[in-house]
């Protein structure tokens, strides 16, 4: 960091294509899960192989406090229960498949990820089926028409198949309502399938409730409610403390220190909204759309409003500037569109939603907000790199202490979220199934810490104290960096004209004094 504080601006340079690189590779970091309640009014089957699948979710659910009863009798649901019910989950499929004689078949199917390959068979070692073969039915491992699976090495009842039947010229069939309780804590995976491809535009409705012995929220999102609970208790005492510090000296505040106080109180109550929004979550299974809606839009307000005062901030408004001059609507318009791209995306992905996004959709959506944000950080050290290199100039000792302080905070902000991107890319591709899922919640959680220590950083940098004044703007004229060039060309001597030149001579008649009425006029300017 020594290197960093005595030649910050070359640093800042070297850093620029690494933040790039954080800010593309963060905006795509998002934790998707599905909701507790998976309806499927709008769901399809997709082929898969020699089957025709639909994801019925997949959650990481944990093993109930009780042994579990005999699955094929409803059992009255426990308060420390762990379990997956099946609620009017009906099937409809066209007239054209009735045509064709022989039994259809439309299975589901719970297993944990670690059984995975207790589902599917080959008959001689070559391409892995998931539906049961003719070669297969033959040699007695399955039935035809049906999924083919074996029994856990872990639980020899599960993986737990489902089985509705059309029968004759029926057009809709169901599963039997049941609850399947969960033996032990592991990622279960529930898919809808069927093998004939007669039933191709099969149509299904009806829901499934996934719940915890905690409560409704997902195994990946529990520990997030805690989280979310101690994150806006530790924005609620950084309040505290900026509001002593700031009604003691209240005489001394600046400007950038008002916008820090908006900062802090939208990130107390984006944290407590995300809160509540969790623990609603967790307590009806069914995410509240209100809370959802102004947790997100909170969210963002702040995260557009910390990028406009960093940026601000770097070309030294209220610090050694006035004004932004013309580039107030610029800044402006990037704050607005950077709003705009990422209410959509959080909106998209959190408001409403049951089942994951697409790649496809976080791609569109997210190129945007990846394109601004690493705009923002451009222009950012941009700024930052000219400001510093004008206050070292100018030989502004205090200023530049603290802009070479934040410069540091900035450039290890750089340094840990690129290592934690690193270990993010080294989780997720070791982790293709979701095995690790208990802990994945560290990932976004360790944003929100990164941006409140950051946080903490510049309040300290910036707090109101009685000596915050000698780091605001004066009008002294050696802060007057936009007129630069101006000054350098009215101190250039001008040419003496005879008439516009008086001299007042001494008593003994020697010139004391000439008077240059256009070289006095600069001097008044200067």
């Keep these: 960091m020594a290197a960093v504080a005595s030649s910050p601006p070359l640093q800042i340079r070297h850093l620029l294509s690494l933040i790039t690189l954080l800010l593309f590779s963060s905006s795509f970091d998002r934790l998707l899960v599905g909701a507790s309640v998976h309806d499927y009014a709008t769901a399809k089957f997709v082929p898969r192989g020699n089957a025709f699948v639909l994801n019925g979710g997949n959650e990481g659910l944990f093993a109930s406090s009780a042994p579990p009863p005999d699955s094929s009798q409803p059992q009255p649901d426990a308060a420390d229960d762990s379990f997956i019910r099946f609620e009017k989950i009906t099937f409809r499929r066209p007239k054209e498949s009735i045509k064709e004689d022989g039994k259809k078949f439309i299975q589901a199917i719970i297993f944990a990820v670690d059984d995975r390959e207790t589902i599917g068979g080959s008959p001689y070692g070559g391409q892995r089926a998931i539906c049961c073969t003719p070669d297969l039915a033959n040699l007695g491992g399955c039935e035809q028409g049906k999924i083919i699976h074996r029994p856990s090495t872990h639980n020899p009842e599960w993986p737990q198949v489902l089985t509705a039947e059309f029968k004759g010229n029926d057009l809709v069939t169901a599963l039997p309502s049941q609850t399947i309780q969960i033996p032990r804590t592991g990622m279960y995976n529930l898919y809808f399938m069927f093998c004939d491809p007669s039933l191709g535009d099969v149509t299904v409705e009806g829901k499934t409730i996934w719940k915890n012995p905690d409560g409704y929220l997902p195994g990946r999102m529990s520990p997030l409610l805690r989280f979310y609970g101690a994150i806006s208790i530790a924005f609620l005492l950084l309040g ?146 000219k400001t510093l290199d004008k206050l070292q100039a100018k030989r502004m000792t205090a200023k530049l202490e603290i802009y070479r302080k934040f410069t540091n905070a900035l450039c290890v902000a750089v340094i840990v979220s690129v290592c934690w991107i690193a270990y993010e890319i080294y989780f997720k591709s070791t982790d293709v199934y979701n095995e690790r899922w208990q802990s994945a919640w560290i990932i976004p959680a360790f944003w929100h810490v990164l941006s409140f220590s950051l946080l903490c950083v510049i309040c300290a940098l910036w707090g109101p104290s009685q000596n915050s004044t000698r780091y605001a703007y004066s009008d002294d004229g050696s802060e007057d960096f936009d007129r630069e060039e101006d000054t350098v060309s009215l101190i250039k001597p001008a040419p003496l004209q005879s008439k516009e030149n008086w001299s007042v001579s001494s008593p003994d008649g020697k010139t004391a004094l000439t008077i240059d009425p256009v070289a006095d006029e600069e001097g008044k300017r200067e």
Aim: charged residues 15%; neutral net charge; proline residues 2%.
């Design 240 to 385: 505290v403390f900026w509001f002593l510090q700031y009604a003691r000296f209240w005489k001394e505040v600046l400007q950038l220190q008002n916008s820090i106080t908006l900062v802090i109180a939208l990130g107390m109550l984006e944290t407590t909204l995300w809160y509540f929004d969790y623990a609603e979550f967790n307590e009806t299974g069914v995410r509240p759309m209100g809370i959802t809606v102004w947790a997100v839009t909170t969210g963002v307000v702040r995260r557009t409003v910390s990028r406009v005062i960093i940026l601000v901030v770097s070309m030294g408004f209220g610090v050694v500037r006035p004004t932004l001059g013309g580039l107030t609507s610029k800044v402006i318009m990037l704050g607005g569109t950077f709003f705009v791209a990422s209410e959509v995306l959080e909106l998209v992905e959190n408001v409403g939603t049951v089942s994951d996004l697409s790649g496809k959709a976080i791609l569109f959506l997210g190129i945007p907000v990846a394109l601004l944000d690493a705009f923002f950080v451009v222009w950012i050290f941009t700024s930052l790199s």
